[in-house]
């Protein structure tokens, strides 16, 4: 199993962002604000000279962590 660095975090932030953004449109759609409630009181930020990322942590983001994980580890 020969999985790169560089693949695996991509697919990792790929699946926090398509859970967060699922989450936030299954709320839209049915109502029920579960995934998309913020775990963390505040943000998760890294701030570089020029550049600040902040993340929000909900339910729905880390089930994307987790799918898109278990599928780069199982696929490749």
Do not use: R
Request: proline share 1%.
């Amino acid at each position: 199993m020969n999985i790169s660095v560089s693949k695996f975090l991509l697919a990792i932030g790929l699946g926090l962002l398509i859970g967060a953004v699922s989450g936030v449109l299954l709320d839209k759609i049915f109502g029920v604000h579960l995934l998309g409630a913020n775990l963390l009181k505040e943000a998760l930020f890294i701030e570089f000279y020029i550049i600040k990322i902040e993340i929000q942590i909900t339910p729905a983001s880390l089930v994307g962590l987790v799918v898109s994980g278990y599928l780069v580890i199982k696929k490749g």
